[in-house]
């Protein structure tokens, strides 16, 4: 059987540019969380202290964006996806396009200039991972963080 070495020096792998999507009249403005283009998040709408109290309407939207995540989080997580012999780059290609197919922006994307569309992280990577050229093999321990933007909220999953 495959085993994983964990004496070895950590390997790095190649990086693959951001599939960044630029601005566009197909998108409409509230389709983009605030930092999608620029990288930066600007600063909170709210004080520090303050409480937001959200409304049902508000509720029925994370509720929607929460679910989505979770629908794109088994996606990845399915068998066929997240299996030896694939990379996390190209898992992350088929997660941006399954998505943007449903309507949302997938929230890592750009968030503080981050690359890649889902967080992977494999073995001795702790949480927030970038996917990259890697080859998963059996015995690899893989974390997928998933969080997409639909409604003017985020949602979050992770496993």
């Known amino acids: 059987p495959n085993t994983v070495n964990y004496s070895t020096p950590i390997k790095i792998h190649p990086?693959?540019?951001?599939?960044?999507?630029?601005?566009?009249?197909?998108?409409?403005?509230?389709y983009f969380p605030s930092y999608a283009h620029t990288g930066r998040v600007g600063p909170p709408q709210f004080p520090h202290d303050h409480v937001l109290l959200h409304d049902?309407?508000?509720?029925?939207?994370?509720?929607?964006?929460?679910?989505?995540?979770?629908?794109?989080?088994?996606?990845?997580?399915?068998?066929?996806?997240?299996k030896a012999g694939c990379t996390t780059e190209e898992i992350d290609v088929l997660l941006h396009e399954a998505t943007l197919g449903k309507g949302a922006y997938p929230s890592p994307l750009n968030y503080h200039g981050f690359p890649k569309s889902v967080c992977s992280s494999i073995?001795?990577?702790?949480?927030?991972?970038?996917?990259?050229?890697?080859?998963?093999?059996?015995?690899?321990?893989?974390?997928?963080?998933?969080?997409?933007?639909?409604?003017?909220?985020?949602?979050d999953n992770c496993a």
């Open 15 to 30: 990086k693959i540019p951001p599939n960044l999507i630029p601005p566009s009249p197909n998108y409409s403005s509230t």
């Open 123 to 155: 073995n001795e990577v702790v949480c927030h991972g970038i996917p990259d050229s890697r080859v998963l093999v059996a015995g690899d321990v893989v974390s997928f963080d998933v969080s997409c933007y639909v409604g003017g909220v985020h949602g």
């Open 56 to 82: 049902v309407t508000s509720i029925e939207r994370m509720t929607h964006a929460a679910r989505l995540a979770r629908q794109l989080l088994d996606y990845v997580c399915h068998p066929s996806i997240a």
